[in-house]
Structures are given as C-alpha cells and as structure tokens.
C-alpha cells in the first residue's frame, strides 16, 4: 500500500494499478481491514493505510482472510474422492508442493516483501 503508515491510498488508485475491478478489490480489501491486517477510513481523505500489524503479517494469514485455504485440501485434479488413503495419481506429489507452499507463505510476512532489495510487484503497488 504504502510505505507510511498515515498515508492512506483510496480503493481507486488500487484498482488502477492493479488492473482489477473496483467492487472485486473492495470486497477483498475490506476481509483484509476486517482481520485488522489493514487500517480504513471513509470520506474525501479516506482510503486504505497500513496499521502496527500489517507489516508482521504473514502471507498465509492474508489468504486465510481472503481465499481461505481449501487448495490445499483438494485435490489437484478435482478429484472427490482423493485423500491420503485413495489418493489420485498426482496425490503424492503435489502434497510435498504444497506443504512447501503453506510453510513459505506462514514465514513469509509483508515486511519482509518490503524490504527486498528488488523491484518487485509489492514495491510497485507499495510505493506512493
């Protein structure tokens, strides 16, 4: 969002840079302000900010907010009846991926994209 926790950047500008809808992003950006991961206000200075917990969050507890984390549940192939006793043909192999997955995003916290020394996605939308 930004790098100063009192500046504010509205639902608009967010939309814009990142190429998606407006009511898609506001339904997303308010379970995100609703775990308190993110601060908001109303009005003609209003937008989103980000608060004391945004930065020590980690990934996984953003997508727990928004998607939840049935991927990692089901199976790969769509598959009812795939589980750890009838497993699918890919079962096995793509557990080892995402249990990678789940333990990246629980380490992983968003200060932690902040601070990297590249020019990546999260700096773009970050900078104000």
Request: some cysteine; proline content about 4%.
């Amino acid at each position: 969002m930004m790098s100063d926790g009192n500046k504010k950047i509205r639902i608009d500008e967010m939309s814009a840079r990142l190429s998606v809808p407006r009511h898609f992003l506001g339904k997303i950006m308010n379970k995100i302000v609703k775990k308190g991961i993110l601060s908001s206000a109303k009005g003609p200075k209003g937008g989103f900010a980000l608060n004391d917990v945004t930065l020590s969050t980690s990934l996984l507890t953003v997508l727990e907010s928004t998607d939840g984390l049935n991927q990692f549940n089901e199976c790969v192939l769509r598959l009812k009846k795939c589980n750890v006793v009838t497993p699918c043909p890919l079962h096995d192999r793509i557990q080892v991926y995402k249990t990678e997955l789940l333990k990246l995003f629980s380490q992983t916290d968003i200060g932690s994209l902040l601070r990297e020394d590249k020019p990546d996605f999260i700096k773009m939308i970050s900078a104000a």
